[in-house]
Each structure stands twice: as structure tokens, then as C-alpha cells.
């Protein structure tokens, strides 16, 4: 039997009314909260601390905030589930129990343990470019859209 090739498909979600759970409170979780917030997301943000822009975002009434450590029913009836704690055991229970319950699920530290992975975005109006190394450089990902962004005054003319 030939093995199988772990790889990812690129697609567009409406994230419009998706309710999106966020569990660790730092500046990765910060990224992908402001992210989806873009992108029209119902963002709850589970963590016992969290950065001050995520609390002006919460002041601000922009994103749910659950002071607390991750407990497994809090993922429930979710969509979409982000985890980007310090803790890699707890990123990966958080995973489990996201696929146990059937949402997808991204794991900041571990492609591995996710079920889809975030691409490197430029957005500029209605065109929205991502670009995908399936995980195994998210540096190289980073730079080419960092490229896009600036030819994009070149490229927009096409």
C-alpha cells in the first residue's frame, strides 16, 4: 500500500458569524485574533492572562474573553479552534479534543496536530493572496507575500 501524503488544501472560509475559539493569550494568539477579526470571525478568547491589545480589543467589545486556563468543554459548538499557547501538551490536548468534537483545528507550534495551517496573507481590497509552503517553512511563506506586498503597486496594473 503506497503511504500517504500529509498535505494541505488551500481554500477560502466565510468566517462570517463562524464562532472562532482561541485558547492561549499571548502574541501569536494575538495575530490570529486580529486576523480573523478581518476576516468577520466571532473570536472567543480562552487564556489566564493576555497582551494589552487583546485587552483593548475586549474593552472595545471586539473579541469574548474567558479568564481562565483551557477546560475541554469550552470548545464546544465551535467552528474553527486556534490554539497558540507556551504549552505544546496543552496545544495538543486542545487538538484532540477539537477533532474529538468535530471543528477544525490549528496548532501554532505543530502542523502535525492540526487539521488545516494559516498561509501567509496579503490582502488589498477585494483580492486577497495567500501563499503555502504546506507547514515546512513559514519564513519562506512570510517573505514571498512580504514580496507581493511589494510589487503590489506593479502587479495591480497587470
Do not use: H
Not at 102 to 127: C, H, Q, T
Amino acid at each position: 500500500m503506497k503511504k500517504r501524503l500529509f498535505t494541505f488544501l488551500p481554500i477560502s472560509l466565510n468566517l462570517s458569524g463562524k464562532r472562532c475559539i482561541v485558547i492561549g493569550g499571548g502574541f501569536i494568539a494575538q495575530q490570529k485574533i486580529k486576523r480573523l477579526l478581518r476576516f468577520g470571525a466571532n473570536v472567543i478568547l480562552i487564556s489566564p492572562e493576555i497582551t494589552g491589545s487583546l485587552k483593548s480589543l475586549v474593552s472595545k467589545g471586539l473579541i469574548l474573553f474567558k479568564k481562565q486556563p483551557y477546560k475541554k468543554g469550552f470548545i464546544r459548538k465551535s467552528d474553527i479552534v486556534f490554539t497558540a499557547t507556551s504549552s505544546s501538551k496543552i496545544n495538543r490536548r486542545v487538538s484532540m479534543d477539537a477533532i474529538s468534537a468535530g471543528a477544525l483545528v490549528n496548532v501554532a507550534d505543530s502542523k502535525d496536530f492540526s487539521s488545516f495551517i494559516m498561509p501567509a496573507i496579503y490582502k488589498k481590497e477585494n483580492i486577497t493572496v495567500a501563499v503555502s509552503t504546506a507547514g515546512k517553512s513559514p519564513a519562506l511563506a512570510k517573505a514571498l507575500r512580504d514580496k507581493i506586498r511589494e510589487d503590489w503597486p506593479k502587479i495591480s496594473k497587470l
